[in-house]
């Protein structure tokens, strides 16, 4: 089967959603790094047509801090290792964030945080598979395919909302 896209709106800019075999395999912004060229996502679809229109509606709802998690069924396509990276990118608590040495121990991995990091900067998924929420060992904002910005955009903006929802609860 062939991957279709489409293009939504959001806060961070225009989000390109590729999806092969019914799942979500790509989420790209605007101008970001590792960005596979456009006519790899395969024909533009309608948005609101499965799977994009879930998508769609669960990104809505994160950036009404609405929902802090997605439900999604993904279709990552990348070597073992990514695989295994990205999977514990899901794992990373929302507003919290952790560091790529921690990730590579975590992994069974201890000396590979530079792999980690690799891994991390080609994440075709962002913000659903979040590696925005990876910082370096001093708690430094580094690298973001998206850019520093919306690095610090997306974290400010699950702190300030993790902030609330532990008030209210």
């Known amino acids: ?3 279709t896209h489409a293009v939504l709106d959001s806060p ?12 979500l395999s790509g989420l790209y912004m605007d101008l970001q ?3 596979p060229p456009t006519e790899t996502f395969g024909l533009p679809a309608d948005p609101n047509e499965a799977p994009f229109a879930t998508v769609a509606e669960q990104l809505t709802s994160y950036f009404a ?3 802090t998690d997605f439900d999604l069924p993904l279709n990552l396509q990348g070597t073992d290792f990514q695989k295994r990276v990205w999977s514990a990118l899901q794992e990373i608590p929302y507003g919290e964030t952790t560091t790529y040495g921690q990730l590579a121990v975590d992994l069974g991995k201890p000396s590979a945080s530079r792999a980690v990091g690799l891994a991390n900067g080609r ?21 973001y395919g ?3 910005d919306r690095k610090r955009y997306l974290l400010d903006f699950e702190r300030k909302s ?3 929802e532990d008030a209210l609860f």
Request: aromatic share 0%; glycine share 14%; charged share 15%.
């Open 33 to 35: 790094r590792h960005r």
């Open 65 to 67: 801090a609405e929902s």
């Open 123 to 143: 994440n075709p998924i962002s913000i659903i598979v979040p590696c925005h929420r990876v910082v370096g060992s001093t708690g430094d904002l580094t690298g």
């Open 162 to 164: 993790k902030i609330v």
């Open 1 to 3: 089967m062939q991957p």
């Open 146 to 148: 998206g850019g520093l």
């Open 12 to 23: 961070m800019g225009p989000l390109t959603l590729v999806a092969l075999d019914g799942a």
